[in-house]
């Protein structure tokens, strides 16, 4: 069953048009691969898809529900979560403190007034949320650092866990591989397929082929803009179009 459709989605910027007539959807429960060239428009996908943008056409449809030109934090709330390619973490605060920030999306409680220790109630919820997921994550020995201490595989998976902590339905993660080496790449996949196993659905845009055709059950090509190809990994490699526009020509 299709958690997230996308329906003829045109978006324009000016005289640009970023993305034309897109389509595709998302079964519940699948890793979806959201590839293609730089410039293909899949950011701009995922921007519309979490409410940063709205389509100048089209519709974009969450559970039975029509949610193009919902704000960003309606969407959030309604349980479509977005990590960015930028790891965007409170520096100077410890591991715990960064996830209580993701407490906020579900109304839990106030993230400052959870590290202030004020409504002591949603303090102890929010709390023991943020420790669960933490140990789900694998950083329960880090919680007390400070964010910045954390070398770049454990900054993402703060980055997941913050997202986490909110209770997410579909996580959309834009390049969580990027600049990795391979031992953080494969723990990344790991702990993504973890996230996938406990029932959230993810949507991925990503550039590491290998994470990409390891991790995925099915794959949206995007090129200059317009659903390219869809498929396994299986098909899109042996694509000749996606050979053509996007592997460099080669197998």
Known sequence: ???????????????????????????????????GPNGAGK??????????????????????????????????EMGIVRTFQETTLFQ??????NALVGSHIKGRTDVFSAILGLDKQKQKAAADKVRDVLE???LSERQNQLA?????????ALALAIALVSEPKVMLMDEPFAGMNAEETNHMMDLTRKVQESGI??????????????????????????????GTPEDVRNNEKVIEAYL???K
């Open 1 to 35: 069953m299709a958690i997230l459709e996308i329906k003829n989605v045109t978006k324009q910027f000016g005289g640009l048009t970023a993305l034309n007539d897109v389509s595709f959807q998302v079964e519940e429960g699948e890793i979806r691969g959201l590839i």
């Open 43 to 76: 950011s701009t996908m995922f921007k519309n898809i979490a409410g940063f943008s709205i389509p100048t056409k089209g519709t974009i449809v969450y559970q039975g529900e029509n949610i193009e030109g919902k704000k960003p934090h309606a969407i959030a």
């Open 92 to 97: 100077e605060l410890s591991v715990f403190e």
């Open 136 to 138: 789900f994550m694998g």
């Open 148 to 156: 910045s201490e954390l070398p770049l595989g454990s900054q993402r």
């Open 201 to 230: 659905t993810v949507v991925l845009v990503e550039h590491d082929m290998k994470a990409v055709m390891g991790l995925c059950h099915y794959l949206t090509v995007l090129n200059f803009g317009q659903v390219l190809a869809h």
């Open 248 to 250: 460099g020509g080669t």
